[in-house]
């Protein structure tokens, strides 16, 4: 069973930065992409950014030239990092990592971890 565990939330002012990081472990098969989402209250969860295992990355609108995406480890095993700069209390929300496999029969699963919380205020 995948396990993702992130870390590295907190409490930050405006304009200030963190740096989450979130590690994908257990899995039988390859991990192409490691994804960042938030969920705010009152909110939906929406994607924030992307990595894939041959290294191409993706970002929502509202963090390009913000925050940077990267990614490392073997096929089974990923490590993901969220650099977040300029942050603003907009971005106040609990942040996701989801690891998303590819299974032997042509499908893919996803697995989720449990969040961590990025507050920003004064």
């Known amino acids: 069973q995948v396990q993702v565990v992130e870390s590295g939330g907190g409490l930050v002012q405006p304009g200030g930065s963190l740096n989450l990081s979130c590690t994908a472990t257990?899995?039988?098969?390859?991990?192409?992409?490691m994804r960042w989402h938030r969920q705010a209250p009152d909110r939906q969860r929406e994607l924030v950014a992307a990595v894939a295992a041959h290294g191409g990355t993706q970002y929502a609108d509202f963090v390009k030239g913000r925050f940077t995406v990267s990614g490392s480890g073997p096929s089974a095993k990923k490590t993901a990092h969220l650099q977040m700069n300029n942050l603003k209390p907009d971005d106040t929300a609990v942040y996701f990592c989801q690891a998303i496999i590819g299974n032997p029969g042509g499908d893919y699963s996803a697995a989720w971890g449990q969040g961590t919380q990025v507050t920003v205020s004064p």
């Open positions: 257990g899995s039988e098969y390859p991990i192409y992409v």
